[in-house]
């Protein structure tokens, strides 16, 4: 059974009553959870357009609600992901004009950046439009900082960049110091730069504000030096958006560049509505084995991108779910080119199925927290000994036991007085059964029918039903 698919009606809003979630028009939470994968806006290689349509049926068909639309800055994304192929890869269609005169790094024609894309703008609404039609939020990614170094790339995707003084006919320098890289496009230290990328957020937001399911990020890993930066771009969107007629969450996600990370208190102490943290937390947590209680101070959206790049399992999810966080998965379905029914590839390769338990477990997490009032479940890791556990003490439990626990589940039930009944869910199989009620008011301990990790859901049943 997949989640049902909500009509989307106005732009997400932090929920005022359980601010660890967005929500709608009513106040009613929504939980985010997702993939993404890198080529759903610009592709590498035209001749292998991506199937957006596909992409977003596969989402569909896992039960997902949310996608991240990434974008490239660059011409060339050269040896794309750390040389999984070593063909330059050519992204089309780029945010600005190619009209030369003279060649750019890549033997393409320079970048004129006084002239957009409108081949870019057009395709970044359609796709979003068509999301939104289809019941998906879409969070678009504003900037790229993974463009800005070489990493430990043979080829330094900064050579291609449309700032790179060598491929825009503008006079446009991102590199005055001679570094070797982009990092000072990211700092406000560059007025003309500042301006250009201004112009541009005006750009996208006058070609996007219409549309209910929008949210932005403002760059993809960025490095650290670039927090005032990402501040500043937050403010911008904010600011420019309160002329419109819509207003739309901005999101600032882990600046996870390679020898400039940044921190997360960063991002939970910048104007951002959401962020996308790193794994390091403080207090023994880490996003990606023990995640952290969201405390409602953000929206979290917690994305493998940023906790292994390609990462994350069953486990992950129901984790971040029941420690009242969002999550988004970073898919590698673009290695291949996918048939949108799931029966093979179109070109070559084989279908990676060693992640669908984490595909599988977001669209479960959905159900559930469509099944539940989300306004009012909020993470209660003492009320079981698993620590992972979702409640609305006194009425509802949704407990995770992970597959290293024994079977042997204690739950707190002392602040309810009432009955309960009992749900086992298993997260490897989909399939729920149910228990004999149980009486609250004191400590319970259950054993899981399941050999493996298990759900526990209980509710207080009625008293004209008891």
């Given at each position: 059974m997949k989640p049902p698919r909500r009509e989307i009606r106005s732009p997400l809003k932090v929920c005022t009553r359980n601010p660890r979630y967005f929500a709608d028009e009513n106040d009613r939470p929504v939980y985010l959870a997702g993939s993404h994968t890198w080529s759903n806006i610009q592709e590498f290689k035209s001749d292998h357009p991506f199937d957006y349509d596909g992409y977003l049926t596969w989402l569909q068909n896992w039960g997902h609600n949310f996608t991240r639309l990434w974008?490239?800055?660059?011409?060339?994304?050269?040896?794309?992901?750390?040389?999984?192929?070593?063909?330059?890869?050519?992204?089309?269609?780029?945010?600005?004009?190619?009209?030369?005169?003279?060649?750019?790094?890549?033997?393409?024609?320079?970048?004129?950046?006084?002239?957009?894309?409108?081949?870019?703008?057009?395709?970044?609404?359609?796709?979003?439009?068509?999301?939104?039609?289809?019941?998906?939020?879409?969070?678009?990614?504003?900037?790229?900082g993974y463009e800005l170094e070489k990493r430990d790339r043979k080829i330094n995707p900064w050579?291609?960049?449309?700032?790179?003084?060598?491929?825009?006919?503008?006079?446009?320098?991102?590199?005055?110091?001679?570094?070797?890289?982009?990092?000072?496009?990211?700092?406000?230290?560059?007025?003309?730069?500042?301006?250009?990328?201004?112009?541009?957020?005006?750009?996208?937001?006058?070609?996007?504000?219409?549309?209910?399911?929008?949210?932005?990020?403002?760059?993809?890993?960025?490095?650290?030096?670039?927090?005032?930066?990402?501040?500043?771009?937050?403010?911008?969107?904010h600011d420019y958006e309160k002329s419109k007629?819509?207003?739309?969450?901005?999101?600032?996600?882990?600046?996870?560049?390679?020898?400039?990370?940044?921190?997360?208190?960063?991002?939970?102490?910048?104007?951002?509505?959401?962020?996308?943290?790193?794994?390091?937390?403080?207090g023994g947590y880490n996003y990606?084995?023990?995640?952290?209680?969201?405390?409602?101070?953000?929206?979290?959206?917690?994305?493998?991108?940023?906790?292994?790049?390609?990462?994350?399992?069953?486990?992950?999810?129901?984790?971040?779910?029941?420690?009242?966080?969002?999550?988004?998965?970073?898919?590698?379905?673009?290695?291949?080119?996918?048939?949108?029914?799931?029966?093979?590839?179109?070109?070559?390769?084989e279908i990676d199925r060693d992640w669908d338990s984490a595909r599988g477990a977001m669209g479960q997490t959905r159900e559930f927290a469509e099944r539940m009032d989300m306004a009012k479940m909020f993470p209660h890791p003492e009320l079981s000994h698993s620590h992972y556990c979702l409640a609305n003490p006194g009425l509802s439990y949704l407990v995770y036991y992970p597959s290293e626990m024994t079977k042997r589940i204690q739950v707190d039930l002392r602040s309810c007085d009432g009955w309960l009944s009992v749900e086992w869910y298993n997260p490897d199989t989909g399939n729920s059964v149910s228990g004999e009620r149980v009486e609250g008011g004191r400590k319970l301990v259950f054993f899981s029918p399941f050999t493996n990790s298990a759900i526990l859901y209980l509710n207080k049943i009625p008293i004209k039903s008891q």
């Open positions: 974008t490239w800055e660059a011409g060339t994304n050269a040896e794309w992901m750390n040389g999984w192929t070593e063909e330059k890869m050519i992204v089309e269609p780029t945010i600005y004009a190619r009209t030369g005169p003279g060649a750019a790094a890549d033997e393409g024609p320079k970048f004129d950046l006084s002239k957009f894309n409108e081949a870019f703008f057009e395709r970044l609404h359609n796709r979003a439009e068509i999301a939104g039609s289809r019941g998906f939020y879409v969070s678009i990614m504003l900037f790229q050579d291609c960049h449309p700032y790179n003084r060598r491929n825009n006919v503008n006079g446009i320098d991102g590199d005055p110091l001679q570094a070797n890289n982009g990092y000072k496009l990211q700092t406000l230290e560059i007025p003309e730069v500042t301006k250009l990328q201004e112009e541009y957020l005006r750009k996208i937001v006058d070609t996007v504000n219409h549309l209910d399911n929008v949210l932005y990020e403002v760059s993809n890993e960025s490095h650290r030096s670039s927090t005032r930066w990402h501040y500043h771009i937050v403010d911008f969107v007629r819509k207003q739309h969450p901005v999101g600032m996600t882990s600046q996870n560049a390679y020898k400039l990370r940044g921190l997360n208190e960063d991002l939970f102490s910048g104007p951002a509505d959401w962020v996308s943290p790193s794994i390091e937390a403080e990606a084995y023990n995640p952290p209680p969201g405390d409602g101070s953000k929206v979290i959206v917690s994305d493998t991108d940023h906790l292994w790049g390609i990462g994350g399992d069953s486990a992950w999810v129901w984790k971040s779910f029941t420690r009242g966080l969002n999550v988004l998965f970073m898919d590698p379905y673009d290695t291949g080119f996918m048939d949108p029914n799931d029966s093979g590839l179109i070109n070559s390769g």
